[in-house]
């Protein structure tokens, strides 16, 4: 980390527990993003954004970005209400046209709802990835992990079904495929360009920020001065 920092190189790590914001945080990292286990993608621990994200901002004095269920403005106006810089979105964007997914997972994607997610290690498992067991991924549930999430143990002998699932992934098939997505799925409801989104978000936020703020404020004092 000296060195990167001697190179005026600006250091950013992700966690996901309140410790180890505090081990990054001693170490000397510029930026923590926090997050929390309704992400989208590979996530570890066990908590979830809210209320690792109090503990971590409680804890440090390091810039902190939040991750994690967030997909609306509303999100990220709770998010900077409480004291983080800033957001960092995953599942948001994707059903932009700029993520490589295709066009039949983005389909499946926008009409995903938030129960729709699962954190499994299925398909690591299933392709023999090296992922750490406590490196399970959220991913839209589907037929393949309705099937193999409860019986982890037996699919690295099950050769039928690993077969099932390459080809599967080759095809596009996403009955069985994977598509790596958090619980704010459920808030992805059209095709839009990452512009779009990110706008949306921060002009949202600025609105909702402005509003919410001056409405209970106000309402406050005019409470005192009753
Ligand atoms: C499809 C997908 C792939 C991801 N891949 C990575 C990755 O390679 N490395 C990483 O640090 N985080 C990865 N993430 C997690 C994001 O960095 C981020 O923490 C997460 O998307 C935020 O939560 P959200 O999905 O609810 O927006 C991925 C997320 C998704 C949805």
Same mark, same amino acid.
């Given at each position: 980390?000296?060195?990167?920092?001697?190179?005026?190189?600006?250091?950013?790590?992700?966690?996901?527990?309140?410790?180890?914001?505090?081990?990054?945080?001693?170490?000397?990292?510029?930026?923590?993003?926090?997050?929390?286990?309704?992400?989208?993608?590979?996530?570890?621990?066990?908590?979830?954004?809210?209320?690792?994200?109090?503990?971590?901002?409680?804890?440090?004095?390091?810039?902190?970005?939040? =991750?994690?269920? @967030? /997909? $609306?403005?509303?999100?990220?106006? *709770?998010?900077?209400? %409480? !004291?983080?810089?800033?957001?960092? #979105?995953?599942?948001?964007?994707?059903?932009?046209?700029?993520?490589?997914?295709?066009?039949?997972?983005?389909?499946r994607?926008?009409?995903?709802?938030?129960?729709?997610?699962?954190?499994?290690?299925?398909?690591?498992?299933a392709?023999?990835?090296?992922?750490?067991?406590?490196?399970?991924?959220?991913?839209?549930?589907?037929?393949?992990?309705?099937?193999?999430h409860?019986?982890?143990?037996?699919?690295?002998?099950?050769?039928?079904?690993?077969?099932?699932? =390459?080809?599967? @992934? /080759? $095809?596009?098939?996403?009955?069985? *495929?994977?598509?790596? %997505? !958090?619980?704010?799925?459920?808030? #992805?409801?059209?095709?839009?360009?990452?512009?779009?989104?990110?706008?949306?978000?921060?002009?949202?936020?600025?609105?909702?920020?402005?509003?919410?703020?001056?409405?209970?404020?106000?309402?406050?004092?005019?409470?005192?001065?009753?």
């Amino acid at each position: 980390m000296e060195k990167l920092h001697q190179h005026g190189i600006v250091l950013a790590t992700q966690v996901n527990t309140r410790t180890d914001a505090m081990q990054v945080a001693r170490d000397g990292v510029d930026l923590i993003v926090v997050q929390g286990t309704e992400a989208g993608g590979h996530v570890t621990g066990q908590v979830s954004t809210l209320p690792l994200l109090q503990a971590v901002l409680d804890t440090v004095q390091v810039p902190v970005l939040v =991750a994690g269920g @967030i /997909a $609306s403005p509303r999100g990220v106006a *709770a998010a900077l209400a %409480a !004291g983080a810089e800033g957001v960092w #979105v995953g599942t948001a964007l994707l059903a932009s046209p700029e993520c490589e997914n295709a066009e039949q997972a983005r389909a499946r994607i926008v009409q995903a709802g938030e129960t729709d997610t699962i954190l499994t290690r299925a398909f690591d498992v299933a392709q023999g990835l090296a992922w750490p067991a406590q490196y399970p991924g959220r991913a839209l549930r589907n037929r393949f992990t309705d099937q193999w999430h409860s019986q982890i143990d037996a699919l690295p002998q099950a050769n039928e079904a690993r077969q099932q699932l =390459a080809e599967a @992934i /080759a $095809s596009k098939n996403y009955d069985l *495929a994977y598509i790596y %997505a !958090g619980e704010a799925v459920g808030l #992805v409801t059209r095709q839009q360009s990452a512009a779009d989104v990110i706008q949306h978000l921060g002009d949202g936020a600025e609105r909702l920020l402005r509003d919410r703020f001056a409405m209970l404020l106000e309402g406050h004092e005019a409470l005192l001065e009753e």
